[in-house]
């Protein structure tokens, strides 16, 4: 394996790599493969890898090298381009593996297969007067070849097929060939080889994969099995072939590992570069505000500044769990053409007064069942993106339709259902092809730094696939793009119903209402206390869900409301929230977490939720909600 840069010099080369060459570890960086190439080939390798490297594709190589012992050995190299996180080709990763034994084999079977089949059209005393021959041809062979009968009974087994199952051929000569060791384990597959034989017979050739767990480990095989014919063209035999694939695969998996890791090291370092910068606001803020001197006007500048960072970390880690689909949603059903409308009072002025923002919502009430938060985010995401692809000039149009699928995109397959289409369509730059996938990918962003986190699009379609539905763009270079939304299609509610009002002093101080706070952290709990103190709440702090579920127990009438965190030792407080619904219904619970699992995985368990980082306003409307939908007086 290697990693190439620019220059086409090695980044990187494993231990094998140099045995090859017989080089110490920095000349073989530098070393020009191009010199061991053999004679013959040398002219087809260097076209076919200036081909592959020119249009940015994965492209494969054959041909022959001389290793360092001075012996040519063909070789078969697979070459993936490599992008660093703005997405510039900064390379090529490749590995190779040696395949001479198959190569040679290849060229001894093309040669021989004929003669293969012409003696088994011989009568029988020609056959043994030829066996050694044949014998000497199919036991140079790296393939499983093996010989059947018209009755499907073995009548040869080359040396390979013999020694993976660690067997003798006096012993397989005139048995059943599914009935052999190799499938001994595996009635199915048995019955798959006795169905490819039957095939054969009528003149058809079947092929298919197969994993097989034999003594020397678990092998993967390319499978065949074809008929053999007379001078007459009639059907005298069977051949069976097997390509023993498990080092190919094995090979792929290394290169896809290596492609995966490169991908998180990029998502990692778009992640710790937002985040610093996002801390180096705050910790200088915090800085200045120890100073004493520093003026009322500076000191409320500085506080403004750490609020306005803290929501945008919180976007900012909204948009990854969002790409990611662990988000905690909340769907429901709502009128698509009535949240456009909506939504659009806020994009117009998000655009500019230089772009119109046109509606086709059509003649028809389409529902669909969604996170309408989140779908009024990725709306507002596409809608920027069209106005900095048109420079701050042009229009965008938003249109409504019913489909009866998702095409396929993107490598999946498609689905059918009953799903609306919401499209956001500009005239703008346009998007390359090359690049019409990788815009989805955290942090890719053709816009100049700072002008944009990547996470856009990322967000938009973690959404979406989360929602049960997809997002598909159409783009020309020049000429503008569409990105559509596809949302699950819901049947509208039989009456129009609002959720429950909070009343206009919900910023008020509590009533001395009674809370149990459910927190194991002793920092945030200490601090969480004096905040809902602060709020005019009376506050009993449980470090546990186990110590909440036993004050609870003593008296159900002690708290007005149980506020609890979700990530906690032990039952979490997804787990209490549902244990105190079922016990005592009547006693509200509200929780918090920046981010759970147990949540992402129950978004329609009815759980209230408050999202990390809260501002005191947000925290003091979640509580008087919650206690008003308990019962209580607000």
């Known amino acids: 394996m290697w990693v190439t840069q620019m220059d086409r010099t090695r980044a990187f080369a494993n231990r094998a790599y140099l045995e090859f060459l017989g080089l110490p570890y920095e000349e073989a960086l530098k070393f020009d493969w191009r010199k061991i190439i053999h004679p013959d080939d040398v002219s087809r390798i260097i076209r076919e890898s200036l081909s592959g ?22 070789m078969r190299s697979e070459s993936q381009p490599r992008w660093d996180p703005a997405g510039q080709h900064i390379g090529f990763i490749g590995v190779a593996h040696d395949i001479t034994a198959a190569k040679q084999a290849e060229i001894d079977l093309r040669g021989h297969n004929e003669t293969l089949e012409g003696k088994i059209r011989e009568r029988t005393d020609q056959l043994r007067s030829s066996e050694a021959q044949l014998r000497a041809i199919l036991e140079t062979s790296n393939q499983y070849q093996v010989l059947l009968d018209l009755e499907g009974r073995l009548i040869y087994v080359n040396a390979i097929a013999l020694a993976d199952v660690k067997a003798k051929m006096d012993d397989l000569i005139g048995t059943f060939y599914w009935d052999g060791p190799w499938f001994v384990r595996y009635p199915a597959i048995a019955e798959s080889i006795r169905a490819a034989f039957g095939k054969a017979l009528t003149g058809q050739t079947e092929k298919f994969e197969l994993a097989l767990n034999l003594p020397a480990g678990t092998r993967h ?14 059907i005298n035999g069977v051949l069976s072939e097997a390509v023993d694939t498990t080092e190919r695969r094995q090979n792929e ?3 896809r590992q290596a492609q995966k890791m490169e991908a998180v090291g990029q998502l990692t370092g778009g992640v710790a570069h937002d985040f610093n910068n996002l801390l180096t606001i705050i910790r200088s803020a915090v800085d200045f505000l120890r100073r004493r001197d520093l003026p009322i006007e500076r000191r409320n500048r500085y506080i403004n500044a750490i609020a306005d960072t803290v929501e945008r970390a919180s976007k900012l880690t909204s948009q990854l ?20 409308e909506s939504v659009t009072n806020l994009i117009r002025p998000l655009v500019g007064s230089r772009i119109r923002v046109g509606l086709d919502l059509g003649h028809e009430d389409m529902f669909a069942v969604a996170d309408v938060v989140q779908f009024e985010t990725a709306l507002v995401n596409l809608a920027v993106n069209a106005r900095d692809a048109m420079d701050g000039e042009g229009e965008i149009v938003i249109s409504v339709s019913a489909t009866n699928e998702i095409p396929a995109l993107r490598n999946l397959p498609g689905k059918d259902g009953q799903y609306v289409a919401i499209s956001v369509n500009d005239h703008g730059s346009g998007i390359a092809t090359q690049d019409l996938d990788a815009v989805f990918e955290p942090f890719f962003t053709t816009k100049e730094i700072g002008k944009g986190t990547g996470l856009g699009l990322s967000q ?3 959404f979406a696939r989360q929602s049960g539905g997809e997002i598909r763009v159409i783009s020309t270079l020049g000429e503008g793009s569409t990105f559509t939304i596809y949302l699950p299609r819901a049947q509208p509610l039989a009456a129009e119903t609002g959720g429950i009002r909070v009343a206009q002093d919900a910023l008020q101080s509590g009533r001395g209402q009674r809370i149990l706070l459910v927190e194991d952290n002793h920092e945030v709990g200490e601090f969480t206390s004096e905040l809902l103190r602060d709020l005019g709440y009376a506050v009993k702090w449980a470090k546990s869900a186990n110590d909440a579920l036993s004050l609870v127990n003593e008296d159900e009438f002690a708290f007005d409301l149980i506020f609890s965190d979700v990530m906690m030792p032990g039952m979490n407080g997804v787990e209490l929230a549902h244990w105190i619904s079922d016990k005592y219904p009547g006693l509200p619970i509200l929780l918090t977490t920046g981010y759970s699992t147990a949540l992402a995985d129950r978004s329609t368990s009815g759980v209230e939720l408050i999202r990390k980082p809260y501002s005191v306003e947000t925290l003091a409307r979640a509580l008087r909600k919650a206690i008003s939908v308990g019962g209580k007086p607000a």
Do not use: T
């Open 321 to 340: 769990l969002a790409f990611a689909r662990r988000q905690p949603l909340a769907p429901q059903i709502f009128n698509v053409a009535n949240q456009i």
């Open 253 to 255: 998996d290394a290169l």
């Open 221 to 234: 095989f390319d499978f065949a099995m074809r008929p053999v014919r007379d001078e007459n063209g009639g």
């Open 53 to 74: 490297e020119a249009f940015l594709k994965p492209f494969i190589l054959e041909g022959r090298y001389r290793r360092a012992d001075g012996e040519w050995r063909w």
């Open 460 to 462: 938009a379609i973690g």
